[in-house]
């Protein structure tokens, strides 16, 4: 059983930056595709950002791109996301989550294991 916690979020200024860590135990880190998603009050959960096993290979969903990066540490079994020119709209809880598959998907029902989320607010 794959266990997923989340480092703790925090409050930013607008234009600020943010970095998260998720740190992965119980399973086989280094052969899954990891990922972030993220859900605001009222709003359905959406997708982030994925990185593939070896970490050369990353989507982004278009509302981020430019702005946050994300990366992994096998030797750590960490995933990071890194968040720059942080915007309002960024408000949400973010969620780590794994999947044993390789694709970069973006469909939240498609990882199995999700971390307990981490509040990340942006202020104006």
């Known amino acids: 059983q794959v266990q997923l916690v989340e480092s703790a979020g925090g409050l930013v200024q607008s234009g600020g930056s943010l970095r998260l860590s998720c740190a992965a135990s119980g399973g086989t880190f280094s052969r899954a595709t990891m990922a972030w998603f993220r859900q605001a009050p009222g709003k359905e959960r959406e997708f982030v950002a994925a990185i593939n096993w070896g970490g050369d290979s990353t989507y982004y969903a278009d509302s981020v791109k430019g702005r946050f990066t994300i990366s992994r540490d096998n030797a750590k079994n960490t995933v990071y996301l890194q968040m720059n020119s942080l915007k309002p709209e960024d408000t949400a809880t973010y969620y780590c989550?794994?999947?044993?598959?390789?694709?970069?998907?973006?469909?939240?029902?498609?990882?199995?294991?999700w971390g307990q989320g981490t509040q990340v607010t942006v202020s104006s």
């Open positions: 989550a794994a999947r044993a598959g390789r694709w970069l998907l973006t469909t939240s029902t498609m990882y199995s294991y």
